[in-house]
């Protein structure tokens, strides 16, 4: 639902009268096409267009929201002035809006709707069979495929006017293997901010049998251990126990009230000397990229942690007033029925000097890690956790057997100064990430790495 | 301007080849509250009307989700459920329409200033419960109004409605150079009198309090007793173990256990839709199928799962009414209204005192990752107390909990009076606390 611009300086004029220091509205229009496929056949499908609009408004350090997909100008008219009777200070006179800033510059040729629903699932289709012709145990395939196609525009009470397009997709290819009356799974999800293109250079049957590898060597595999162990990391995706250690708790959410285990301690060793951590919205095509962030700044690199001291936080406008600090282009929603905070974007360890070969060869008892499920932390204790897949005991330097069902816990600050290997592969994974703002696309990565203790809670 | 909507684009959708139309139409408006050191620091205020349409095409089932009520944008959408219906292949099946009378009632919410004052009092008595609370996190409200109708091309119409909300408050206490989290939440449904604010204050920053000075526990196997909130979660998790669907497609532990002993004879499960305090009022399911009460544990043996109209169909029977959406915009799946744990008779202090030495856990973390709803298998984040002859001696954290729920079911030696009620998204799960033989810890093995 993207409004003229007449109705967006109307929309600012009412909230400036309000009595607000600042005013934004957030405009979006997505095309979704979600297309859920078993071996069995299509098992469900959405498609259609997310559409509304945001409309944020600031008193002091109070921030205010109201959204609707109701695009009548007398509804949004009134939601702004639900907002503004909350608010206390006196009537300001907002800029008028500049020219547009368009992010979106360069995409009008690209679109989902080149293709038919029909091809999207033969797509599909292609995974699906390499996955169950990869081994007599893979007994079930599901595949969700997604596109979206999103539109949004920002108009602000300082007079910008920025627009951007963000073309996104992703297969989240998941196999399950049955063996002796148990069924386990294996999971990969390739996605990136590229149109169908992508999956011309992504080898999708190599995709799906690596989910089908990871479900058969599940299936056989032994409970494992609980307790203290060294637990080698591997790269990719594995980049999630950073994200959950510290990256939720250098956001300004967390940080700029106190409720971080990092507030107050920029410039400090927080971290080994072997951890440098960034954020990076910049980076091109990748899936947790943003061109134009949810508040209207270009997406950018951002050195949390280098060399295992604190560098920055990930700040939106309104903790950035609190923090007296600027934005860091971070700002995200998923849609526009959220209100935007600082999130991560791409987050990454950077590449160190060891292999993998080196790293686990040095490992004469522990834990190595392929890929993780998904994680929580509370960023005020630093306390996270994180369930893990793709694992193996570690004995005198070798993987020896496949384990399961292992959930990983600790502290964030502690971890950070556990890191004693780094190596040279870095790889980065796609996911989501669920908070405050919503579900959003992350990337997660690093190289391969070691991590002196970690408590397992296994099975047995 | 949505029921115009509808209106009109009956007529396009027609004309353009579509036999039979179905519309799932949700409505909803909402506030959220926040007050932060006793003033307003957020307000939220949301109006929809969405829309997902179903249509026949050459005798098959399309779909298509409508946010945007522009209708020159009817052809685009006509076109989408062409192109699904004859990609898809799905037979097209009408909603039914039961016969729901219209409720009375309209709801509303208290006053913002009202609002506000109970916040407000409910943040201060948290900070004055003890002078090691540091900051009330988050204090908030959360009140929403929504209504479900089901119509199609020849005027059949049925709706529900139904407004409930849900209030958190968040603490962190510290001592020395420990910090520690407590909260408490509760929701609660609109038609009846707003939960004591301040009451739950008090007990969420109670626990903040009571887990300062805490230390890990030994890794080993040991007997414990899980609090009503730690059960909802658990159950929550693992609702879809019992989804005839997942059943059908070998992806539940339950498959052809049907008639058999599951868990204990102690444990009996139901689905109450029409549950005066359930926290889901639903009289139809989003395929217009009445909900109904069911027995699916009946002392231990496995009675019943859940179906929607598909699963129910592919074995020839009827739909439980447990046909209900993920979001406005998915085809119906499955789900659930009120699921109850039948209480036990023990209070809370019986219990305690039964566990004799052990753990009770009261909070866990990470239930989407670390749950397994194909084989039952759990291993999670944990925090609680050691107990100690039936005392509580110490706050415990940093530690796991891992097994299986259904082996845990299994083991269970007796069960709490008291119910706690959570609201997952798919449906509402009551639970009472649970003392277990043995569930698998793992904690630092220094601090035993």
Request: with cysteine; charged share 25%; hydrophobic share 35%.
């Given at each position: 639902m993207i409004l003229s611009p007449k109705t967006l300086e109307r929309i600012l004029d009412c909230a400036c009268a309000g009595g607000v220091d600042f005013a934004e509205v957030f405009c979006e229009e997505t095309q979704r096409n979600t297309i859920n496929v078993r071996n069995s056949g299509v098992d469900g499908s959405s498609c259609g267009r997310e559409s509304g609009v945001g409309i944020r408004v600031f008193s002091g350090l109070?921030?205010?929201?109201?959204?609707?997909?109701?695009?009548?100008?007398?509804?949004?008219?009134?939601?702004?002035?639900?907002?503004?009777?909350?608010?206390?200070?006196?009537?300001?006179?907002?800029?008028?809006?500049?020219k547009l800033v368009d992010y979106g510059r360069g995409k009008e040729n690209l679109s989902f709707s080149s293709r038919s629903y029909k091809e999207k699932i033969r797509l599909v289709e292609r995974a699906i069979h390499a996955g169950m012709d990869f081994d007599s145990e893979i007994s079930q395939m599901n595949v969700r495929y997604l596109d979206s196609d999103r539109h949004i525009l920002i108009?602000?009470?300082?007079?910008?006017?920025?627009?951007?397009?963000?073309?996104?997709?992703?297969?989240?290819?998941?196999?399950?293997?049955?063996?002796?009356?148990?069924?386990?799974?294996?999971?990969?999800?390739?996605?990136?901010?590229?149109?169908?293109?992508?999956?011309?250079?992504?080898?999708?049957?190599?995709?799906?049998?690596h989910a089908a590898q990871a479900a058969k060597t599940a299936v056989h595999a032994e409970k494992c251990p609980s307790g203290m162990m060294t637990v080698v990391v591997d790269n990719g995706f594995g980049g999630l126990m950073f994200h959950e250690a510290c990256g939720h708790s250098l956001e300004a959410s967390s940080v700029a009230r106190g409720n971080s285990e990092f507030s107050g301690k920029l410039g400090q060793q927080v971290a080994s000397?072997?951890?440098?951590?960034?954020?990076?919205?910049?980076?091109?095509?990748?899936?947790?990229?943003?061109?134009?962030?949810?508040?209207?700044?270009?997406?950018?690199?951002?050195?949390?942690?280098?060399?295992?001291?604190?560098?920055?936080?990930?700040?939106?406008?309104?903790?950035?007033?609190?923090?007296?600090?600027?934005?860091?282009?971070?700002?995200?929603r998923q849609s526009y029925k959220f209100a935007p905070e600082a999130r991560m974007t791409n987050t990454f360890i950077a590449p160190g000097n060891s292999s993998r070969e080196e790293i686990i060869a040095n490992t004469e008892r522990g834990l190595f890690v392929g890929n993780i499920n998904g994680g929580s932390v509370n960023p005020a204790t630093g306390d996270f956790n994180f369930n893990v897949t793709e694992t193996w005991l570690i004995e005198n330097g070798k993987l020896t057997r496949p384990v399961y069902g292992a959930t990983l816990i600790g502290s964030g600050g502690q971890v950070l100064?556990?890191?004693?290997?780094?190596?040279?592969?870095?790889?980065?994974?796609?996911?989501?990430?669920?908070?405050?703002?919503?579900?959003?696309?992350?990337?997660?990565?690093?190289?391969?790495?070691?991590?002196?203790?970690?408590?397992?809670g296994g099975l047995r | 301007m949505v029921q115009a909507y509808i209106r009109k684009f009956t007529r396009f959708a027609m004309e353009q080849g579509l036999s039979r139309l179905a519309f799932y139409l949700e409505?909803?408006?909402?506030?959220?509250?926040?007050?932060?050191?006793?003033?307003?620091?957020?307000?939220?205020?949301?109006?929809?009307?969405?829309?997902?349409?179903?249509?026949?095409?050459?005798?098959?089932?399309?779909?298509?989700?409508?946010?945007?009520?522009d209708e020159s944008l009817m052809r685009e959408q006509v076109d989408t459920i062409k192109e699904t219906a004859i990609a898809r292949k799905k037979l097209f099946v009408p909603y039914e329409y039961p016969l729901c009378p219209e409720t009375e009632g309209e709801t509303e919410w208290l006053p913002l200033?009202?609002?506000?004052?109970?916040?407000?009092?409910?943040?201060?008595?948290?900070?004055?419960?003890?002078?090691?609370?540091?900051?009330?996190?988050?204090?908030?409200?959360?009140?929403?109004?929504?209504?479900?109708?089901?119509?199609?091309?020849?005027?059949?119409?049925?709706?529900?409605?139904?407004?409930?909300?849900?209030?958190?408050?968040?603490?962190?206490?510290?001592?020395?150079?420990?910090?520690?989290?407590?909260?408490?939440?509760?929701?609660?449904?609109?038609?009846?009198?707003?939960?004591?604010?301040?009451k739950l204050a008090e007990q969420g920053a109670e626990r903040a309090v009571s887990k300062l000075g805490s230390g890990s526990y030994r890794t080993g196997n040991c007997p414990v007793l899980l609090e009503p909130s730690v059960v909802c979660q658990l159950l929550d998790a693992f609702m879809p173990t019992f989804f005839a669907k997942n059943i059908q497609n070998h992806m539940s532990v339950l498959e052809g256990k049907t008639g058999q002993m599951i868990c204990g004879e102690n444990i009996c499960l139901y689905e109450a839709p029409q549950l005066a305090e359930g926290l889901v009022q639903r009289r139809f399911d989003d395929e217009g199928v009445l909900t109904t009460e069911k027995t699916l544990i009946q002392q231990g043996k496995f009675r019943t799962c859940l179906y929607n109209r598909q699963s129910a169909a592919s074995e020839g029977i009827s739909s439980g009414g447990n046909g209900f959406k993920a979001s406005f915009s998915d085809e119906a799946d499955t789900g659930y209204t009120n699921i109850v744990l039948q209480p036990g008779t023990k209070t809370q202090d019986e219990l305690q005192k039964e566990l004799g030495n052990g753990l009770l856990i009261d909070d866990?973390?990470?239930?989407?990752?670390?749950?397994?709803?194909?084989?039952?298998?759990?291993?999670?984040?944990?925090?609680?107390?050691?107990?100690?002859?039936?005392?509580?001696?110490?706050?415990?954290?940093?530690?796991?909990?891992?097994?299986?729920?259904?082996?845990?079911?299994?083991?269970?030696?007796?069960?709490?009076?008291?119910?706690?009620?959570?609201?997952?998204?798919?449906?509402?799960?009551?639970?009472?606390?649970l003392l277990v033989e043995k569930l698998m810890i793992s904690g630092e093995e220094l601090d035993s």
């Open positions: 109070n921030a205010y929201y109201a959204y609707s997909n109701d695009g009548r100008e007398e509804t949004l008219l009134r939601l702004t002035k639900e907002l503004c009777a909350a608010c206390k200070g006196g009537a300001v006179q907002p800029a008028p809006l500049r108009a602000n009470s300082e007079g910008f006017l920025g627009a951007d397009r963000q073309l996104k997709t992703r297969m989240l290819i998941t196999a399950y293997a049955q063996h002796g009356g148990n069924v386990r799974s294996g999971y990969i999800g390739p996605g990136a901010m590229r149109g169908l293109d992508f999956y011309d250079e992504i080898d999708l049957e190599a995709c799906a049998k000397p072997l951890v440098t951590l960034i954020d990076d919205g910049s980076l091109p095509d990748e899936w947790g990229s943003v061109p134009m962030d949810d508040e209207g700044n270009p997406g950018q690199r951002n050195v949390l942690i280098e060399n295992g001291i604190l560098k920055g936080y990930l700040i939106d406008r309104l903790e950035g007033r609190r923090m007296g600090m600027a934005a860091t282009g971070s700002a995200r100064k556990q890191v004693d290997m780094v190596g040279s592969n870095l790889k980065l994974g796609q996911g989501y990430c669920y908070n405050n703002s919503g579900a959003l696309y992350i990337n997660a990565g690093q190289p391969t790495l070691r991590v002196k203790n970690i408590l397992v | 409505e909803k408006e909402g506030r959220s509250v926040s007050v932060y050191q006793g003033s307003c620091d957020k307000l939220e205020y949301f109006q929809q009307a969405q829309l997902f349409v179903e249509g026949e095409y050459e005798g098959f089932c399309g779909s298509v989700f409508v946010e945007n009520f200033d009202q609002m506000l004052e109970k916040l407000a009092a409910a943040e201060k008595t948290a900070y004055e419960l003890d002078k090691q609370i540091t900051t009330v996190q988050r204090c908030v409200c959360h009140e929403r109004k929504q209504k479900v109708t089901l119509l199609d091309h020849q005027g059949h119409s049925v709706s529900d409605h139904w407004a409930g909300g849900n209030f958190f408050l968040g603490v962190s206490a510290k001592q020395e150079d420990q910090v520690q989290l407590g909260g408490k939440g509760k929701a609660f449904l609109l038609n009846k009198e707003y939960p004591d604010f301040s866990v973390s990470g239930v989407f990752a670390g749950a397994n709803p194909v084989s039952g298998d759990f291993s999670l984040i944990a925090k609680g107390y050691r107990v100690e002859n039936g005392c509580v001696v110490k706050g415990v954290t940093q530690i796991t909990v891992a097994g299986n729920f259904f082996d845990l079911l299994c083991h269970v030696k007796a069960l709490g009076s008291e119910l706690e009620a959570m609201d997952g998204g798919k449906g509402c799960v009551f639970c009472p606390a």
